[in-house]
């Protein structure tokens, strides 16, 4: 794929420890598609990190559209997927970490790492602070935690043509099962 004049560069990831030296949050314009997510239209949108020392604060809003498969009808459709997430991701080796909980600072008030206490239930999650993080997967994540797990086209969804299991009904959701009594 190639960039187009003025996309901005793809996500790569990014080491920990240069994201550490940096004085102020790092900042990426997303505008790809992103591997293992199947989208009609790139994801574009806004992501930074910021590192303050023992943990990385993560904040992102994205959108795309997807292509997904009504549960009901099984006719496809296309709907729009949007992230909005922020996450705190403690940087410690393996194994570190208490497991005690903390609360969170205030929302009004700005990150303060050392009221945050390493292995607590308000780190969302660990990396080891000499890799490296990956902004891309971090999205692929967060789409793909908002993808429903009931897929409906809209209220208006015909439904299947028929609600009967007998031969011929037209459901192609029996197909595999016709094939198996038929074996």
């Given amino acids: 794929m190639s960039l187009a004049a003025g996309a901005p560069p793809p996500l790569r990831p990014v080491s920990l420890p240069e994201l550490r030296l940096l004085a102020a949050p790092r900042h990426w314009e997303v505008n ?8 009609l239209t790139p994801v574009r949108g806004l992501l930074t990190a910021h590192h303050h020392s023992g943990v990385l604060e993560v904040e992102g809003e994205v959108d795309t ?3 997904l498969r009504c549960d009901r009808c099984l006719n496809l459709f296309n709907q729009a997927l949007r992230a909005e997430a ?4 403690e940087l410690a080796a393996a194994g570190v970490g208490s497991g005690q909980g903390s609360t969170l600072p205030h929302p009004s008030r700005p990150l303060d790492p050392t009221e945050l206490t390493p292995g607590g239930d308000d780190l969302d999650d660990r990396l080891d602070p000499e890799g490296d993080f990956d902004p891309e997967r971090w999205l692929f994540e967060q789409l793909s935690l908002r993808l429903p797990l009931v897929s409906r086209c809209g209220a208006e969804c015909p439904g299947p043509a028929t609600w009967s299991s007998e031969e ?3 459901d192609s959701r029996w197909a595999a099962l016709r094939k198996l009594k038929e074996s």
């Fill in 168 to 170: 011929g009904s037209g």
């Fill in 32 to 39: 790809q598609l992103i591997a293992g997510l199947e989208s």
């Fill in 65 to 67: 559209i997807v292509t």
């Fill in 86 to 89: 922020h996450e705190l991701l």
